[in-house]
């Protein structure tokens, strides 16, 4: 297909998942406008080097985060760090997870949901806690926030063989009521296990909650989202490039905030690109 007409594609297909219903008209707050011209975007199959989406975005200062002090462990939470550091692998892991008795929301919960995608892409997505939907096929975004999800990636040219996927929580809390600390930090060996096993160079935070639990911020997603944040945990041998933003279920009652969300996966693009190029030690995708 013609390259610009791929790109218009694209870009329609963005719209359409963003609810928007003619194609005229100016958005309110000047300072959510899209880019003037039709971004080009990367497609799995395409080398990286034809597609220039640097020029388009300004530079964004990316800032660093130093590793959290971490706090000695007790308990189930120490339980859990033991057990998820004797897993040599995510299989292991997972079967890990099965058989842990310390996160009370398993009793609760129908079964465990733990991950899908590709373990081997330098990708990773996490998100908050299984909803009723992940609950019963025990995948990840597999309901009406990850249909949203999928279909917003989908114009980006990302599926999930392109990227892996997981959430801060592998049990959904009763109702999806909001994760008590204790059932976040019980999880949390879990998950930084995984992604000591993954290696991921870009993470993209979806929602608030698992930036501030793994990176240690204090800030609402508001204020988290767009900005690239370098960081370097102490399972990773480089720093991992990391981006928040909304999580799907906000969108799906605020949809006029997917503008932002465009501008995300943009720099997601961008950053995609650019570790696709990358030197010695990089994985081509
Ligand atoms: N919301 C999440 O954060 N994760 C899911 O898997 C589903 C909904």
Same mark, same amino acid.
């Given at each position: 297909?013609?390259?610009?007409?791929?790109?218009?594609?694209?870009?329609?297909?963005?719209?359409?998942?963003?609810?928007?219903?003619?194609?005229?008209?100016?958005?309110?707050?000047?300072?959510?406008?899209?880019?003037?011209?039709?971004?080009?975007?990367?497609?799995?199959?395409?080398?990286?080097?034809?597609?220039p989406?640097?020029?388009?975005?300004?530079?964004?200062?990316?800032?660093?985060?130093?590793?959290?002090?971490?706090?000695?462990?007790?308990?189930?939470?120490?339980?859990?760090?033991?057990?998820?550091?004797?897993?040599?692998?995510?299989v292991?892991?997972?079967?890990?997870?099965? &058989?842990?008795?310390?996160?009370?929301?398993?009793?609760?919960?129908?079964?465990?949901?733990?991950?899908?995608?590709?373990?081997?892409?330098?990708?990773?997505?996490?998100?908050?806690?299984?909803?009723?939907?992940?609950?019963?096929?025990? @995948?990840?975004?597999? &309901?009406?926030?990850?249909?949203?999800?999928?279909?917003?990636?989908?114009?980006?040219?990302?599926?999930?063989?392109?990227?892996?996927?997981?959430n801060?929580?592998?049990w959904?809390?009763?109702?999806?009521?909001?994760?008590?600390?204790?059932?976040?930090?019980?999880?949390?060996?879990?998950?930084?296990?995984?992604?000591?096993?993954?290696q991921?160079r870009?993470?993209?935070?979806?929602?608030?909650?698992?930036?501030?639990?793994?990176?240690?911020?204090?800030?609402?997603?508001?204020?988290?989202?767009?900005?690239?944040?370098?960081?370097?945990?102490?399972?990773?041998?480089?720093?991992?490039?990391?981006?928040?933003?909304?999580?799907?279920?906000?969108?799906?009652?605020?949809?006029?905030? @997917? @503008?932002?969300?465009?501008?995300?996966?943009?720099?997601?693009?961008?950053?995609?690109?650019?570790?696709?190029?990358?030197?010695?030690?990089?994985?081509?995708?």
């Open positions: 297909m013609d390259h610009g007409l791929r790109q218009l594609r694209a870009w329609l297909a963005w719209q359409q998942a963003a609810g928007a219903v003619d194609l005229v008209g100016e958005p309110a707050d000047p300072a959510l406008a899209l880019p003037s011209s039709v971004p080009t975007l990367p497609e799995a199959a395409e080398p990286a080097d034809a597609r989406l640097a020029a388009l975005l300004p530079g964004m200062p990316a800032q660093a985060i130093a590793p959290p002090v971490r706090r000695s462990e007790t308990g189930d939470v120490a339980t859990a760090r033991r057990l998820a550091l004797a897993c040599p692998d995510l292991a892991l997972e079967a890990a997870l099965a &058989g842990f008795e310390g996160c009370a929301l398993r009793r609760t919960a129908t079964r465990l949901c733990f991950a899908d995608g590709n373990p081997a892409s330098p990708l990773v997505l996490i998100g908050e806690a299984p909803g009723a939907e992940e609950d019963r096929q025990g @995948k990840p975004f597999v &309901g009406p926030s990850g249909r949203l999800l999928d279909r917003m990636l989908a114009t980006i040219g990302l599926d999930r063989s392109r990227f892996w996927i997981t801060c929580l592998f959904r809390p009763p109702g999806n009521r909001t994760p008590s600390p204790q059932e976040v930090a019980v999880c949390q060996p879990f998950l930084e296990r995984a992604l000591e096993l993954v991921p870009i993470v993209l935070f979806v929602g608030g909650t698992a930036a501030r639990t793994l990176l240690g911020l204090e800030a609402g997603v508001t204020r988290l989202r767009g900005t690239l944040r370098s960081w370097h945990p102490d399972w990773s041998p480089q720093p991992i490039e990391t981006l928040v933003t909304f999580h799907p279920a906000y969108l799906l009652r605020n949809p006029a905030q @997917k @503008k932002l969300v465009w501008r995300d996966l943009l720099q997601l693009c961008q950053r995609l690109e650019a570790d696709s190029g990358a030197g010695p030690g990089g994985r081509p995708h």
